[in-house]
């Protein structure tokens, strides 16, 4: 498998589909296309075919789209362990990634991605406050129902969870008050070796992109 990714400090739906395949360690290459760079769409060409990250190649298909890749991995790889056996808690997990993937604009526009961000507060938006409320709701609900398993959304680590790291990792970046049951998750998955390993990618990558570009 080949995952074709974005910048790391910035690509949240490349962050999801990397994350698990990391987590639930396959054996896949990356390739990195510098996003906003001039030559950013000559070089999605035959690649992506919405000319965006991620893509997954793998045995002459094309899979586009993180949660559309997250399914495909989890089918063909993972015996779908990557969603809840229980099938309401799987009606669940896929009801609140779907959600994950679909709303939430407010927080997308005014909290970023920035893994390299040192932590700090800003002033936001109503709806931005809405957005953040409700994710928060999501989450509680999901750890209270979930309270005496693994700790994840849904006892152990899901599509779900992978679909939510990105604002796990604004949350922190902007320092989100939360509640402390919803910390003690968010502690969970800033710590996961994967999130450490992209993480620090992250930071490293500052000088690569400047050598690409001179």
């Not at 045995?59 to 993972?78: F, H, M």
């Not at 928060?136 to 939510?164: H, T």
């Not at 790291?165 to 989100?176: E, H, K, Q, T």
Request: hydrophobic share 40%.
């Amino acid at each position: 498998m080949k995952l074709v990714i974005g910048n790391k400090n910035y690509s949240s739906w490349s962050l999801r589909a990397w994350l698990l395949l990391e987590y639930y360690q396959q054996n896949f290459e990356e390739q990195r296309i510098v996003l906003f760079a001039d030559d950013m769409r000559e070089h999605m060409e035959n690649l992506c075919p919405n000319y965006k990250v991620p893509v997954l190649l793998d045995k002459g298909l094309k899979v586009w789209d993180s949660l559309a890749i997250c399914e495909y991995v989890n089918e063909q790889y993972l015996e779908n362990k990557a969603w809840p056996k229980d099938i309401q808690k799987r009606a669940h997990a896929r009801s609140i990634s779907a959600e994950m993937h679909s709303s939430f604009m407010s927080l997308r526009h005014d909290l970023p991605m920035n893994c390299r961000r040192t932590p700090s507060a800003l002033s936001l938006s109503e709806n931005t406050l809405i957005d953040i409320q409700r994710m928060i709701d999501i989450w509680l609900n999901c750890l209270i129902q979930n309270k005496s398993e693994g700790g994840f959304l849904f006892g152990e680590f899901s599509i779900a969870d992978a679909m939510f790291m990105p604002a796990v990792s604004r949350f922190n970046s902007y320092c989100i008050e939360v509640p402390e049951q919803v910390k003690t998750y968010m502690q969970l998955m800033l710590n996961l070796p994967a999130y450490k390993k992209w993480q620090m990618a992250a930071h490293a990558e500052v000088e690569v992109i400047e050598e690409e570009e001179v």
